[in-house]
Nanobody, 127 residues
């Protein structure tokens, strides 16, 4: 079965950087729409960006304003989220998600998009 395992979270000072990783395994289909979301307690899940592993360029939410970059290492089935110029309001649980059937367009960059697979999350705290 599909597993997504995030890592790389932690505590960092404002202005710092972190790189999150999401290692995927068990995919049935060769290409997937993969995404990063974040969520804080009591708030709606917020999409950060998505990437189709078939080779499209990433699509980002306006909220991260060029500070975050999504990339992938297809050899090791890993999705990355490079986060720079971190702010306290970036503190959240960060989740990786995947779905083999989504088109992976701007339309899918929504808190309501129902990705089929989710990781357990990795906590990021910016102070």
């Amino acid at each position: 079965h599909v597993q997504l395992v995030e890592s790389g979270g932690g505590s960092v000072q404002a202005g710092g950087s972190l790189r999150l990783s999401c290692v995927a395994s068990g995919f049935t289909y060769s290409t997937n729409c993969m995404a990063w979301f974040r969520q804080t307690a009591g708030k709606e899940r917020e999409p950060i960006g998505l990437l189709h592993t078939g080779g499209d360029t990433p699509i980002y939410s306006d909220s991260i304003a060029g500070r975050f970059t999504i990339s992938a290492d297809y050899t090791n089935d890993t999705l990355f989220l490079q986060m720079n110029s971190l702010k306290p309001e970036d503190s959240a649980m960060y989740y990786c998600a995947a779905d083999p059937f989504l088109v992976c367009s701007d339309y899918d960059l929504s808190p309501l998009t129902n990705f089929a697979y989710w990781g357990q999350g990795t906590q990021v705290t910016v102070s």
